[in-house]
Antibody
């Protein structure tokens, strides 16, 4: 059974840093791209960024709102995905989801999602 | 960036109704569109990809159509468990973007 589970959320002050983790199981993690998506309280879904797999040199893509502040990385030996967040702002407050990317037929939807971890940025 | 506009934002319907949700892209995205369902306090659930391909295990009352800039998610006969918020998402180009969501409520 495919599972992804986030951890590491919490309360952090503006300007602070936080590292989220996502543990994956039930599939060959190294084969897949992985995404982070967030959802501010009462709002819609916002894509944060993506890491490609080893075959694609682990390259990354980011939303403009987090570029240069957030860094996505992965450790295939641990089946784990990470999101390092720095210079946090109050508008970064959200539930952060880790999701597996399923590339097929030339499209790449997100087929499995974790339950999310809440990050609150507040003085 | 490709903007996705969903309509309506809210939809009130009854069990057994046929409902349709539209997603319009600000530029052509071929068939690179997916649909998700989200219930309160839960993670999104993947429903449809490539605009019209049903993910395994998703009930056949759900269907998707469209290509280019206009897409539709249709629920042929609304069931109690279908009351939720629905999002479209494009994977045609970066950044990946989501529509603003359509909340389907009980009438």
């Amino acid at each position: 059974e495919v599972q992804v589970e986030e951890s590491g959320g919490g309360l952090v002050q503006p300007g602070g840093s936080l590292r989220l983790s996502c543990a994956a199981s039930g599939f060959t993690f190294s084969d897949h791209y992985m995404d982070w998506v967030r959802q501010a309280p009462g709002k819609g879904l916002e894509w944060v960024g993506r890491t490609r797999n080893k075959a694609n040199s682990y390259t990354t893509e980011y939303a403009a709102s987090v570029k240069d502040r957030f860094t996505i990385s992965r450790d295939d030996s641990k089946n784990s995905l990470y999101l390092q967040m720095t210079s946090l702002k109050t508008e970064d407050t959200a539930v952060y989801y880790c999701a597996r990317v399923y590339c097929t037929k030339g499209v790449c939807p997100l087929d499995y999602w974790g339950q999310g971890t809440l990050v609150t940025v507040s003085p | 960036d490709i903007q996705l506009t969903q309509s309506p934002s809210f939809l009130s319907a009854s069990v057994g109704d046929r409902v349709a949700i539209t997603c319009r892209a600000s530029q052509a995205i071929s068939s690179a569109l997916a649909w998700y369902q989200q219930k309160p306090g839960k993670a999104p659930k993947f429903l449809i990809y490539a605009a019209s391909t049903l993910q395994s295990g998703v009930p056949s009352r759900f269907s998707g159509s469209g290509s280019g800039t206009e897409f539709t998610l249709t629920i042929s006969s609304l069931q109690p468990e279908d009351f939720a918020t629905y999002y479209c998402q494009q994977s045609y180009s970066y950044p990946v973007t989501f529509g603003g969501g359509t909340k389907v409520e009980i009438e």
